[in-house]
RNA sequence: CGGGGAGUGGCGCAGCCUGGUAGCGCAUCUGCUUUGGGAGCAGAGGGUCGCAGGUUCGAAUCCUGUCUCCCCGACCA
């Protein structure tokens, strides 16, 4: 993309009411504008980051289940059914269409998605069963804040699960955290998961993943050892329960806790040099809960032997959007943001120094056709603008390539490459610095 | 929801106490000079001061109401 061309509104003062350095980059970098309170619109740097991390999300969650889409807008008969309508409070906003009918715009889809399925399944044939869809929410927070990372309305991965019975249930549960950890390694990021309260969905088994950064909104305690787990298992088959239990034993056996379940009698246990404190931020929770909704919503299917059985289901969330804030909490310095590159918008920033240097712009014009041609995603700032000017504004983006280029390197024959995270820098000749992006 | 604060050109702010018809920096536009880490000079455009009432000869400024946004806390994917 050509930055002449682009709707890329980067500021240069940092935005007032902006606390965290995740909500300052994202308004000054062009990645979101705030229309409400806690509601964002995402612009097109922010959208592709946006896209990026619900792929990656989506790629896993292939792997263990199937991709469905539910409403936003949602009767309030099923939660009725739940009997969850009045227990949830104000922060569903509840509305009402032309008829009068009872309606709310969905903050989770634990009653829709149950009925879908008790409609149509009828047979323990038909479990296993792990359904997700990724669509936005809307929770009514009293105080919204921190940019995404707390917002109204979000984007979130939400998945499913229905099994026959409790064993079955753990394997799901088991499955989804192999799929969470790989999900969240891929967007190179560490989310360790801790043990959690299940809160008002209520239920048995439930960790949260969470991201560890020093403007985190909960304290958390961990030990240091299951920094040397290797938690993602390459080869380790979703299919194989017995690793998957290893796995989950292994990840989940190790001291780690929010400030809402820290005990500091298990705490103490833990050897002083292996105690890790710091912040972190909430990016995914999974629960095992049993039959609460199934219950509840009348599901049941007949079982082998003719008697009904009441599935147990488990449901598992990401926090899509949040992502993108916890993401940069995780990885920004003084200049700006630090893309990882497996979420960057773009992964290359070409700039050319002189915009009115003839030979400058063909060498620009020259990398920025031959990474298009390789696939390779580049954001060409061919504005004539001052060198600074553009140099400050790639840092701030934070591509996690920037190729440099000016009439003093070309008079060398070379182009200057640079890493925005090492912040190393080398003179490449242009099919050398082509070859090496490309790579 | 309790406590606090703020709404003034696109962005960041001053002016308000002590009413007299709006200003600064950045950005934008024009011209010239510049050009390897956020250029300089000259000129120009752009604001019914959140909204509604009220007081007054006169309101950004004082009073009342209202809306919105932000911060601390409680709450939360």
Do not use: C
């Not at 919204?144 to 026959?164: C, I, T």
């Amino acid at each position: 993309m050509r930055l002449s061309q682009s709707f890329l509104p980067v500021l240069k003062e940092s935005p007032a009411g902006a606390e965290v350095a995740s909500h300052k980059l994202m308004l000054q970098a062009g990645l979101i504008r705030q229309t409400s309170s806690g509601i964002y619109a995402w612009l097109p740097l922010g959208n592709r980051v946006l896209r990026k991390i619900e792929q990656i999300v989506r790629e896993e969650q292939d792997r263990v289940g199937q991709e469905i889409l539910m409403p936003t807008i949602q009767p309030a008969d099923l939660w009725k059914e739940s009997g969850r309508y009045d227990a949830y409070g104000p922060e569903m906003l509840r509305i009402n269409d032309r008829h009068g009918r009872e309606m709310l715009y969905g903050p989770t889809n634990e009653d829709m998605v149950t009925a879908l399925f008790r409609d149509d399944v009828k047979s323990y044939r038909e479990l296993p069963r792990m359904l997700y869809h990724i669509q936005w929410k809307f929770r009514d927070e009293v105080r919204p804040r921190f940019g995404v990372m707390r917002g109204r309305e979000f984007l979130m991965k939400d998945a499913y699960s229905f099994d026959l019975d409790e064993a079955g249930a753990k394997i799901s549960y088991y499955r989804q955290l192999l799929a969470y950890l790989r999900t969240f390694r891929r967007m190179g990021i560490r989310a360790v998961p801790m043990q959690a309260d299940s809160g008002p969905i209520g239920g048995k088994l439930s960790h949260e993943f969470v991201v560890l950064a020093p403007s985190g909104e909960s304290e958390v305690f961990y030990d240091g050892k299951i920094e040397e787990v290797d938690l993602e298992r390459e080869g380790l088959s979703y299919d194989d329960a017995e690793a998957l239990e290893a796995l989950f034993r292994e990840a989940t056996g190790v001291y780690a806790r929010t400030d809402e379940t820290h005990e500091e009698r298990y705490w103490d246990a833990v050897p002083a040099e292996r105690q890790r404190t710091g912040r972190g931020i909430e990016v995914g929770h999974i629960f095992y809960f049993g039959i609460r909704y199934s219950e509840a919503m009348g599901l049941k299917v007949s079982g082998p032997d003719g008697t009904m059985l009441v599935p147990h289901m488990g449901s598992y969330g990401i926090g899509v959007s949040r992502l993108v804030g916890a993401i940069i909490e995780a990885s920004h310095d003084d200049n700006g943001i630090v893309w990882p590159e497996a979420v960057a918008p773009y992964k290359v920033g070409i700039v050319t120094m002189r915009a009115d240097d003839a030979d400058t712009v063909a060498a620009a014009e020259r990398i920025y056709a031959a990474l298009g041609e390789a696939g390779v995603e580049a954001l060409y700032d061919d504005r004539d603008e001052r060198g600074g000017v553009k140099l400050g504004g790639m840092d701030l983006m934070g591509l996690p390539w920037q190729v440099v280029i000016g009439p003093r390197g070309l008079k060398d024959g070379v182009v200057e490459v640079k890493n925005r995270k090492s912040g190393e820098r080398e003179q490449l000749t242009i099919e050398d610095a082509i070859a090496k992006l490309s790579a």
